[in-house]
């Protein structure tokens, strides 16, 4: 007889407007909002039951692994911090015992790149436990779920949209307020308007790769602590995101790459750290080319940019940047959220 393998996959995404007014406590106190869209980069998970009293725990894509006794709460530190956290509160809530299992975990992009890799891993791995043990999860419990494991039990520093994200899918127009409420508004863009903004819009790695807590954390300081440009400059990326929605929505998409622009002018001001010299370059190298305006997402301070590039100009800015060491990562729009499915394997 062959096993069973539960496997998920969440989408990553790409921030188009807002990014960091998900943040507390900015979206407690003002109430913030993004725009997002999810891309064919994906988080996956696979989780096979065993018979061994272990819990093996593997992130492929980093070559690494934890074979820890199975307890009702693993350890919480690394290696795979987030995986034993996930493990720890589905043991807590659901099954009340320890579980022997094999659970094995990859990412299309690397860590700390700026399209919510944490986030949408959490979210993957519920995914496959959801799929496991038959949890009555929806999608707004799953993404609340992912959120209160990785910021509140886990302590990382972060948002709320890159959950709700890989859970939900497509192009969302997400509100975030007081208590934790979370209203996500999926947008009907017509196909066409899609179409040309995912031509126009490209996906930069810079091959740098950051911790976006240390660049949160002091975002959040400046705004617990009052600080009048960084209250200013989150109230415009707000207003940015309005703005993005309405353009998709009418399709005036080449109003895209001002929107970004503005934002990108605005997100400097939120932290330290949140531009660097080789991204203010890579930038201007972009603009110089053809681009109208482009980003740094998700946190900033390196990572993956965007660029919005109008007509046919995509294939100037792409020469342009072949002088740096990043690369270009092709993708698709894509409307699915979190899938779950179960594979039986011949033994």
Not at 18 to 36: K, Q, R
Not at 216 to 239: C, D, N, P, T, Y
Not at 296 to 316: D, E, H, K
Not at 322 to 345: M, N
Request: glycine share 10%; with cysteine; aromatic share 8%.
């Amino acid at each position: 007889m062959g096993s069973i393998l539960y496997r998920s996959r969440a989408p990553l995404r790409i921030g188009l407007a807002g990014g960091g007014t998900d943040v507390s406590p900015y979206a407690e106190l003002y109430g913030g909002a993004v725009l997002n869209a999810t891309i064919s980069l994906y988080a996956h998970a696979s989780l096979e039951l065993i018979e061994e009293p272990l819990v093996i725990l593997r992130a492929a894509d980093k070559q690494e692994e934890a074979r820890l006794p199975a307890l009702v709460e693993l350890p919480l530190e690394e290696p795979l911090l987030l995986l034993r956290g996930v493990y720890n509160r589905i043991i807590r809530d659901y099954v009340k015992a320890p579980l022997s299992l094999r659970l094995t975990t990859a990412v299309d992009v690397p860590p700390g790149s700026g399209l919510g890799t944490s986030s949408t891993l959490v979210v993957a791995v519920i995914g496959a436990f959801v799929e496991a043990l038959g949890l009555p999860l929806g999608e707004y419990e799953i993404a609340r779920l992912a959120y209160e494991i990785e910021r509140i039990e886990l302590a990382q520093k972060g948002g709320r949209q890159d959950q709700y994200a890989a859970t939900f899918g497509g192009v969302n127009f997400m509100e975030f307020y007081a208590e934790d409420r979370v209203i996500v508004n999926p947008l009907r863009v017509k196909s066409e308007y899609l179409y040309e903004l995912e031509h126009n819009l490209l996906l930069y790695y810079t091959a740098t790769s950051r911790s976006s807590s240390a660049i949160i954390e002091i975002q959040q300081q400046r705004v617990s602590q009052g600080a009048i440009e960084s209250i200013e400059a989150s109230h415009r990326l707000k207003e940015e995101a309005f703005r993005m929605k309405e353009a998709l929505l009418k399709g005036r998409i080449d109003e895209i790459g001002h929107i970004l622009d503005v934002g990108f002018q605005h997100k400097r001001k939120l932290a330290e750290g949140v531009s660097t010299p080789l991204v203010e370059e890579i930038y201007e190298a972009a603009r110089r080319a053809g681009a109208t305006g482009g980003k740094i997402s998700g946190a900033g301070g390196g990572g993956f940019m965007v660029f919005y590039c109008p007509g046919t100009t995509r294939y100037a800015v792409s020469a342009a940047l072949a002088s740096f060491e990043g690369r270009f990562f092709p993708y698709h729009f894509v409307s699915e959220g979190l899938t779950t499915w179960t594979v039986k394997l011949s033994s």
